[in-house]
C-alpha cells in the first residue's frame, strides 16, 4: 500500500483547508485509515481516524468539531476538512493505514503504512 498525502499550505488562523490522501491497493476499503500530525519539535500525535466503510469515526479531542475526516472507497482517497484553523495546528500531516482494520486505533505502531506528510502551517 501506498499511500501520497497532499494539499498542506500556508494560511491564516480562522481559514479552511483540506487534505487529502491518495492510496494504492485492492483492499483499500477494508483499512482503518487515519490522520496523525507532529508539530515543530514534538512527537507525532494522533488526529482522527475513519473505519473501512466510513460509517464510524474517531478524533482527538483538541479538535472539538473543527476537523472531519471522510474517505472516498471507489477513488481510494481520504480527506481531512480543517476548519478554524489555530497557530497551535501547525504541523507535517500524516496519513496512515491500518491493514488489519478492526478498530479505531490512536498509536503509531498500530498503523503500519504511512504516507510522506504535508505541511500545514496556520500563522496569527
Known amino acids: 500500500v501506498q499511500l501520497q498525502a497532499s494539499g498542506g499550505g500556508l494560511v491564516q488562523a480562522g481559514d479552511s483547508l483540506r487534505l487529502s490522501c491518495a492510496a494504492s491497493?485492492?483492499?483499500?476499503?477494508?483499512?482503518?485509515m487515519a490522520w496523525f500530525r507532529q508539530p515543530p519539535g514534538k512527537e507525532r500525535e494522533f488526529v482522527a481516524a475513519i473505519s473501512g466503510s466510513g460509517g464510524s469515526t474517531r478524533y482527538v479531542d483538541f479538535v472539538n468539531g473543527r476537523f472531519t475526516i471522510s474517505r472516498d472507497n471507489v477513488m481510494k482517497m481520504v480527506h481531512l476538512q480543517m476548519n478554524s484553523l489555530k497557530p497551535e495546528d501547525t504541523a507535517v500531516y500524516y496519513c496512515a493505514a491500518d491493514s488489519v482494520g478492526l478498530r479505531l486505533r490512536v498509536t503509531t505502531h498500530e498503523y503500519d503504512y504511512w504516507g510522506q506528510g504535508t505541511l500545514v502551517t496556520v500563522s496569527s
Open positions: 491497493g485492492r483492499t483499500f476499503s477494508t483499512y482503518v
